[in-house]
Structures are given as structure tokens and as C-alpha cells.
């Protein structure tokens, strides 16, 4: 005897489809919500009408339950006249017993189909269940939707309600449909002896999931219920720094709410891998089927009101927080995603909030958060950017416990000895938005870039002209540009007044499809500095069709590293070796979830009060260096970094450096005009320190930096950038001369210039000559176009007669 039997109606149907308005009905077997229904076959008697006269349909079998597909034909003009309207009548006869009657009325045991929206009835359901979108397709124009995840049911020809025998014990002898007010009509009747309520009551549960031969492309359906998309669990590697991100593990997870009688499938790329009762997993042992294991991972939960306290302070802190079970199945706060966007990528999409790390979604808190967490051991991470020791602890949830209270360490405060910390380049996020995940990264600074990508404008409303602080002054946020060109390059405004516009210009990926060439990098540049910003080049060396004119006229004020390897090293250095002053700035491009702000961060040293025009004012003089996680310092002779040393001539300078970090290192360089020359390693270990003191010779002008290395690879961000610090140069002169001379850096700038001055000539488009009025109201567009490489050129040749 199955557990549902659906009862066969065809000798009582007096109505057809005509009667439902649908074109085609669903005939025969059917399977709604996972329950087995059978509707007559006949598309003109395929329901039952009841109209004058009752309708009895005989059952003459035992029942738990009863579950009736109806539908009312018709309803009042409002749901005001209409709610609670008795329609029907249902008698069940039990042999050897009384009967029951139920009072079917409107909104509460059936309803209309099409219900209007928000007036679904109070005890009956959908014919269809609630699902999942499609997770790698879809329209584009619900992009946005599809972030919901989830679809819920409507009834696509009936409304499914449920009666309970209030004694199963004995037999079903009939069922009597009663018309009374409103016209409807039965489609299926199904009976019910399983062990419980036909349709879910109970919410969802995490089952952990481990495959033979990897975890990727799995899909979990349940006839009787629904799942979640899976994903995957994180590792618990005991040398990853807290806060920071982890792999996955291998193993996945996924979220079920169904009836006991249900069927969970794993399916992996398209085909079956495992079936299991869900009865079977709620007993709470491992079930091992097809190459798979599934375990159900719940010992309840509490809802929780969590605080993290600055140990210093005493007071809340904002920071970014991960909360998940032993088997590292996610519970992020109320408000915050388990997993960002589906764990899919998230340019432009969902960006604020969040930030996911290798397999790790971290909430942005203010320093208090609330929601679910599981009952027994809480693993917890919590992270505030690189002068903050990173916090893993394991907590016990008792039942009833309702408060969490953690403290987090500052190792070190850089803004007290005057170094305030920055993210030169952010996309995306709203002002409230950088406000709050800038003071969850301890970052002082960050510089929220309006900007063009085709036909998209981002932060266009963010824009004001002015800075934005915090309340208690000490963060700040300011909305500039950055300004694109795809083979000119790009160029970060910031402090501006007023937009710099265009904003981006000749086509795609930055201008709009079959744009034209109408303004240099040197011209926005010379806008910026007219309104007291600041220019910076971003993503340094590409792309680099201005850069060096930037350079060799001065329009230049730092240049921007994102992500450091090799090549932008030695380009770097050739810059500087050429003898141009460019101080090198550290930002993130932030433009995914993927990436929180300030990962690759601006450390500048103020001799006066903290503000943004200080801050902007520091970054010019010098007074700089990179941070991908150290902390690193550089003295020459005593002096500091951005200053310059003057030597009559040859000699020696005592070099002294030092870095630390919340991430192992693994090496501390000096760097004298691209050369090392000295270094130091030291073990691994939690915050290691690395220092430095060396006589080092000069024969010449030079300049002198410092770098570090971490020990344990990258960042688990969407770029995987290494961990790493870099300051910008304390310069040396000798005798008088002015700076570093390379003929053959010169040279490479040269060539950099004459190149962008070839593709403004000969590659970029153009509006006909004197069809079109110019932003810049001149007569002769090349001319305007071609005059800052004519400029370089005459600088560069000026600086070194002989190339």
C-alpha cells in the first residue's frame, strides 16, 4: 500500500476544461508538490461542478489525510466582500461514525485561480511548489531578479487543501462536495496514511555533501520539498590567517526543507548520482548511496544578538565577520548572504555589504549583528584590516542563549604616529556603503570613483564636489573620477570640484560603441589640477599610450599599483630611474564582492591633522607606501621616506628597514636604483617582523625604497594579489645634479610617447573636421589632441639631449 493514493474520479466529472481557462489541461497522472493526484482524461469531463445538488464520491478506504485539488470559479468584487465567504461544503463519512462537516470559504480553503497578488488563501496551497531559478542562464533583463534565488508557487489550475482524519483508524467511506454560495470545482482527490502533513511545515536544514571525484556541477532536487542551490564548504587549514579566506574543502553543502516521505536526488553534470529518503538523513547518521555521502548537519540553532568590542576601547568595533558549524556550513548575520550573488561572480552585481575571500563570505558589521546561529560549536572569524589581529574563535551556543560578546586587538595604530591609511581606486559601492565597509578595514580614506564603461555610468548620484566623514571624523570618503581611454590609459581625479567630462572617450571597453577620440589624459589632468585635485595613474603600467607623457611634463602626482608583480616592478623602476619623483600609491579597483576595500591600500604620512586635503596633500609630497598586509618602514641617513638626501658626492647612507604584518613574511629588500642590495628572511610565523640596518654606497644620484614579501602565497581575493608592501623612494643627490639619469629608460619613454602620438594620428576616430562644436571650444581638434605628446617629447629630449 503506497503512502499516497489518488483516488480515480472519472465516473463523477461533469465539467471539462472549459470551465478552468486553460487551453491545455493537465490530464491524467499528475504530480503536484510531489503528491500523486489523477485527473480524468477526458478534456470535457475532466472535473467535478457540483451545482444544485451535492456530489458524493466514494473512497471506502482508511485515511490520514485527505488532499482536495479545487478551484472557485468565481468571487465577490473585492476581497473585503469576499474573505471567509462560505462556498462549500465538505462532509466526510467515516464508517461506523459520525460524520464531519468543513465549511470551505473563500481565502481560507480555496481561493480563485488567477489569485490577485498577496491574496493567497490562509490554509490551502499552490498546485505547484516553490523553486530555484536557473543558476548559469537566463533573460537578461532579470539579472537583478534572479539574485532572489528562489520562485514562489502559484496555482496553476488548483489550490491543494488538506483535511485531517481526526480518526484514521477507520474507513473512509465517502466524501460529499456540498455547493452553497460561489461556483467551483474539484479537479483530484488524493488520500494520504503516511505519518504526516502532506504538505512541508518545516523549514530548511543544511545536509553536508562529500562526492567521489570532486564536488563540482552538483544539483540536489527533492520531489516532496525543495533545495537550495549547493555550494561549497570551506576548509578548516590551521595555517590560513583568520578574517582572510579559505579554500574549499572538497565537500559541499546544501539546504532542505521536505515532507519524511520525500526523495532527495544528487544529481552531478545533468546525471543521477545518489537517492536517499529524507526520512533516512533526519535520523542524523551518514548515507552513503552512489558515491556520495550525505549527513544532515543540524542540532538547531538560536537567534542571536552578537557584539565585538575593540579590547582597547570597550565599545563596538566594525569589522567584517564569518560565522559557520564545525562542518563549515555558513551562518551569516541577518541581512547578510551566506553566499554573494550565488556564489557567481559579481562585477557591478550586489557589490557592498559582503565580501566573499576563496569559499568565505564575510558580513560587514558595525559592530553589532544579529541572526540565526547553530546550537554546540560556532567557529568564528572576524577581521579589521591590517593593524587589527585577526580573531578564530570556536564558541559554544547553548539552547536558550541569546547574546555573543567578542573582542577583537589592535597590534598596532599607525595614525598615531601620523600614517593614515587609503584606497586609492573604488567602484561601485554607494557613499553610506564605503562608509561602512572603509571602517571595517580600519582604512581612513577611500576614493569612490565615478566612471564610464560603454553605455554604463556608475556613481553618477554619489557625486557631490565634497567630502564625505563619518560622524566621528576619522573616516572619510570622497567621490572622484576615473577617467578611461583603452589605449591611452586611465586616469584616477581625485578631490574634484566639478565632474571632468568626457568621462571616458573612443569606444569600447570605456566609451560608448563607435565613440571618437575627444580628450587626452593630460587635458583631464590639467582640469583636475586646475581645481587643486589630485592625479593619479591607475593599474599601473597599462595602458600606457600617455603615461609617460604624464610623466615627462609633470601632470603626473602618483602612480597606482593594484596588483605587484615582475613587470610592474621593473617599469616602476624605470621611471624612477629615469629621474621622474613618482610616488607610488596602493589601491584595490574594487569592482566585485570579491575584493573588500583596502586590500591593497595607501599608507600616507601626515604633518598636520588628519583631513582629506591633507591626506591628498601627503600622497604628493612622497610621503607613501603600498600594503598588501605589512606594515614596512625606510629610513636613509635618518631621514624619512619622501624626503631627499643631499651628498656632496659619492658616499655611504645607513639604510634601516622593518616590516610586520598579521600574515607570515617571508622576506624584507632593500632596493637602491632597481638593484637589491641587501635583504633578510625570517621563519614563518603569526605577525613576523623583519628588520634591516645596512651602510650602504652611493656612487650617484639614486633613489632607495623598501619591499616585502609574504610567506604563505596570495590573497584569497578575486585577483589573488600577494601580499606584499612597498614604500615609494627617499631620493639621494650628489654634487648638485638633480636625480638618476638612465638613457636607456629614457629612451622607453620615448618610444611610449611617439607611439601614443602615432595612434592619435593614425588610429584614433574622429568627428569630421567642422561638424562638431568640442567640449574644449577649439577650432583645431588634432592640434588639441597632439599637443601634450609634442610637449613630452620636447621634455624628454630637453632632460637627455642624446636620445
Known amino acids: 500500500m503506497t503512502d499516497y493514493e489518488p483516488l480515480d474520479l472519472s465516473a463523477y466529472c461533469n465539467a471539462g476544461a472549459s470551465l478552468l481557462e486553460v487551453s491545455a489541461p493537465r490530464l491524467g497522472e499528475q504530480l503536484w508538490r510531489g503528491l500523486p493526484f489523477l485527473v480524468a482524461d477526458d478534456p470535457g469531463r475532466c472535473c467535478i461542478a457540483p451545482s444544485g445538488s451535492p456530489v458524493r464520491v466514494d473512497v471506502q478506504r482508511p485515511a490520514r489525510h485527505v488532499v482536495i485539488a479545487h478551484r472557485q470559479l468565481a468571487a465577490p468584487a473585492s476581497d473585503i466582500e469576499g474573505t471567509g465567504v462560505v462556498v462549500a461544503e465538505y462532509r466526510f463519512h467515516l464508517q461506523g461514525a459520525k460524520s464531519f462537516s468543513v465549511a470551505v470559504r473563500q481565502r481560507f480553503e480555496i481561493a480563485v485561480v488567477p489569485t490577485g497578488w498577496g491574496l ?123 578574517g582572510w579566506g579559505r579554500r574549499a574543502q572538497g565537500a559541499s553543502y546544501v539546504e532542505v526543507a521536505s515532507l519524511p516521505s520525500a526523495t532527495v536526488t544528487l544529481n552531478q553534470d545533468g546525471k543521477e548520482l545518489a537517492q536517499v529518503r529524507w526520512a533516512e538523513l533526519e535520523s542524523g547518521n551518514p548515507v552513503v548511496n552512489g558515491g556520495a555521502r550525505l549527513q544532515l548537519a543540524d542540532r538547531g540553532r538560536n537567534w542571536a544578538h552578537v557584539r565585538v568590542l575593540d579590547a582597547q576601547t570597550g565599545r563596538p568595533v566594525p569589522c567584517r565577520v564569518h560565522f559557520r558549524s564545525p562542518e563549515g556550513v555558513p551562518f551569516q548575520p541577518h541581512g547578510h548572504h551566506n553566499q554573494v550573488n550565488s556564489n557567481l561572480g559579481t562585477w557591478h552585481i550586489d557589490v557592498g555589504g559582503d565580501v566573499r575571500l576563496g569559499d568565505v563570505t564575510y558580513a560587514c558589521i558595525d559592530g553589532t549583528c544579529q541572526g540565526w546561529l547553530p546550537r554546540g560549536e560556532v567557529l568564528v572569524d572576524v577581521a579589521r584590516g591590517f593593524e587589527y589581529t585577526p580573531l578564530h574563535q570556536r564558541v559554544q551556543i547553548e539552547p536558550g542563549r541569546r547574546e555573543l560578546t567578542l573582542q577583537i586587538s589592535r597590534w598596532t595604530d599607525m595614525a598615531a604616529s601620523g600614517w593614515y591609511s587609503g584606497d586609492s581606486h573604488v567602484h561601485f559601492l554607494s557613499t553610506q556603503g564605503a562608509h561602512l565597509e572603509q571602517q571595517c578595514e580600519d582604512l581612513r580614506v577611500v576614493n569612490l570613483l565615478q566612471s564610464q564603461w560603454g553605455s554604463l555610468f556608475t556613481n553618477t548620484e554619489d557625486f557631490t564636489g565634497r567630502v564625505s566623514t563619518t560622524p566621528d571624523g576619522g573616516y572619510v570618503t570622497y567621490v572622484g573620477q576615473e577617467n578611461r581611454q583603452h589605449v591611452l590609459g586611465h586616469l584616477i581625479l581625485w578631490g574634484l570640484k566639478e565632474p571632468v567630462m568626457p568621462w571616458c572617450t573612443d569606444g569600447p571597453s570605456e ?96 604633518d598636520e591633522e588628519f583631513s582629506y586635503p591633507a591626506w591628498c596633500a601627503a600622497v604628493q609630497a612622497g610621503r607613501t607606501f603600498l600594503s598588501g598586509g605589512p606594515i614596512i618602514q625606510l629610513a636613509v641617513d635618518g631621514h624619512r621616506i619622501g624626503d631627499t638626501v643631499e651628498l ?59 619591499r616585502c614579501r609574504g610567506a604563505d602565497g596570495n590573497h584569497s581575493d578575486d585577483w589573488e594579489r600577494p601580499i606584499f608592501a612597498h614604500t615609494s623612494p627617499v631620493y639621494i643627490t650628489t654634487g648638485g645634479e638633480p636625480g638618476p639619469r638612465d638613457e636607456q629608460a629614457a629612451r622607453y619613454l620615448l618610444t611610449l610617447v611617439e607611439g601614443g602620438l602615432e595612434y592619435v594620428r593614425h588610429t584614433a576616430a574622429y568627428y569630421p573636421a567642422r561638424t562638431v562644436t568640442h567640449h574644449h571650444g577649439r577650432e583645431d581638434h588634432t592640434l588639441y589632441i597632439e599637443a601634450p605628446f609634442h610637449e613630452a617629447l620636447a621634455a624628454l629630449r630637453a632632460k637627455y639631449p642624446t636620445i
Open 120 to 242: 493567497l488563501p490562509f490554509l490551502a496551497v499552490p498546485d505547484q511548489s516553490d523553486g530555484l531559478q536557473p543558476l548559469h542562464e537566463g533573460p537578461f533583463a532579470m539579472a537583478g531578479w534572479r539574485q532572489c534565488e528562489s520562485t514562489q508557487a502559484s496555482a496553476q489550475e488548483y489550490y491543494l487543501w488538506s483535511w485531517a482524519n481526526p480518526r484514521p483508524d477507520l474507513v473512509l467511506d465517502a466524501i460529499e462536495l456540498v455547493p452553497v454560495t460561489h461556483p467551483f470545482v474539484v479537479g483530484a482527490i488524493t488520500l494520504s496514511r503516511a505519518e504526516e502533513h502532506p504538505f512541508v511545515r518545516t523549514p530548511r536544514r543544511p545536509v553536508v555533501i562529500t562526492v567521489d571525484g570532486g564536488a563540482n556541477d552538483l544539483q540536489v532536487q527533492v520531489d516532496r520539498g525543495v533545495a537550495t542551490y549547493v555550494q561549497p564548504l570551506p576548509s578548516e587549514d590551521k595555517a590560513a590567517v583568520a
Open 511 to 606: 566609451g560608448e560603441l563607435g565613440g571618437a577620440l575627444e580628450s587626452t589624459m593630460s587635458d583631464w589632468a590639467d582640469r583636475a589640477h586646475a581645481q587643486g585635485g589630485t592625479v593619479v595613474i591607475p593599474h599601473f603600467p597599462v595602458p600606457n599610450g600617455e603615461q609617460a607623457v604624464l610623466a615627462a611634463t609633470g601632470r603626473a602626482d602618483a602612480i597606482e599599483s593594484l596588483n605587484w608583480d615582475p613587470h610592474k616592478e621593473e617599469a616602476y623602476y624605470r621611471y624612477l630611474s629615469a629621474g621622474y619623483r613618482l610616488p607610488l600609491v596602493g589601491g584595490t579597483d574594487k569592482m566585485t564582492s570579491g575584493v573588500p576595500v583596502g586590500l591593497y591600500r595607501t599608507y600616507a604620512q601626515l
Open 648 to 706: 656632496s658626492g659619492p658616499g655611504t647612507v645607513q639604510v634601516e628597514a622593518w616590516a610586520e604584518s598579521i600574515f607570515p613574511l617571508s622576506s624584507l629588500e632593500i632596493v637602491v636604483q632597481g638593484h637589491v642590495v641587501a635583504s633578510t628572511e625570517h621563519p614563518e610565523g603569526p605577525r613576523s617582523r623583519l628588520a634591516l640596518s645596512e651602510p650602504v654606497h652611493v656612487p650617484g644620484p639614486a633613489w632607495v625604497a623598501a
